[in-house]
């Protein structure tokens, strides 16, 4: 069975300063993506990010890129430059075929 | 814009009194899923269609069902609902193996 496993609740960072959260998963199929979704308080869901399996450079988006270990099965997100509106609650996600299954998020908090 | 949209944004409903969320969208999004999230966990995928296939996930409460009457719309119908029904819905759409575009969702309570 796939599984997402974030092991952070939790993280705090200062504004400015840089935050990697961390995500694994466990997966027997080759073909798959990863997404790193944002969810601010009583707000949408949005992408933040997504990396394609089978691609081994790792994908970043302006202050948003990611660390990629496919064997390892891990997908860490790293924010630079943090900034107040980048406090959130982060769900790693997985997808193969039609199936999604999210992490049970990491809330983050941005300390002016 | 494009855009997934959901209504209502929030909706009471009595213990055991039906009641229905709708979902549209405007992306033309060939897949639509819904998913409940309750209060700090992650979404749990109920079902969703790849056009007009129906899949339901294996824990996916008979309670819940949904139509799909045409590309643009999706419907989750909760035909008796419990206090543990409770949540926020939220409807989301892809294309093929693309990411998915989440709607703001609506948010259940049930007295």
């Known amino acids: 069975a796939q599984t997402v496993t974030q092991s952070q609740p939790e993280m705090s960072v200062q504004e400015a300063e840089t935050v990697t959260l961390s995500c694994t998963y466990d997966?027997?199929?080759?073909?798959?993506?990863l997404f790193w979704y944002k969810q601010p308080p009583s707000r949408q869901m949005i992408l933040v990010i997504r990396?394609?399996?089978?691609?081994?450079q790792n994908a970043t988006e302006n202050r948003f890129s990611v660390n990629f270990q496919k064997a390892a099965k891990s997908f860490s997100l790293k924010i630079s430059d943090s900034q107040l509106g980048d406090a959130a609650m982060y769900f790693c996600?997985?997808?193969?075929?039609?199936?999604?299954?999210f992490g049970t998020g990491t809330s983050l908090t941005v300390i002016p | 814009d494009a855009m997934v949209i959901q209504n209502p944004r929030y909706q009471v409903t009595q213990f055991g009194k039906p009641v229905t969320l709708s979902c549209s969208q405007t992306?033309?999004?060939?897949?639509m899923y819904w998913y409940q999230q309750k209060s700090s966990q992650a979404p749990k995928l109920l079902f969703h269609?790849?056009?007009?296939?129906?899949?339901n996930e294996a824990d996916t409460p008979d309670n819940f069902q949904s139509r799909r009457p045409n590309t643009s719309f999706c419907f989750l119908d909760i035909r008796s609902p419990g206090l543990g029904d409770a949540a926020m819905y939220l409807c989301?759409?892809?294309?093929?193996?693309?990411?998915?575009?989440f709607g703001p969702g609506t948010r259940l309570t049930v007295t």
């Open positions: 269609y790849y056009d007009k296939d129906f899949n």
């Open positions: 989301a759409t892809s294309r093929g193996r693309n990411e998915q575009y």
């Open positions: 997966t027997s199929e080759s073909d798959y993506y």
């Open positions: 992306l033309n999004h060939n897949v």
């Open positions: 990396q394609e399996a089978y691609k081994q």
């Open positions: 996600a997985y997808r193969t075929g039609n199936q999604f299954y």
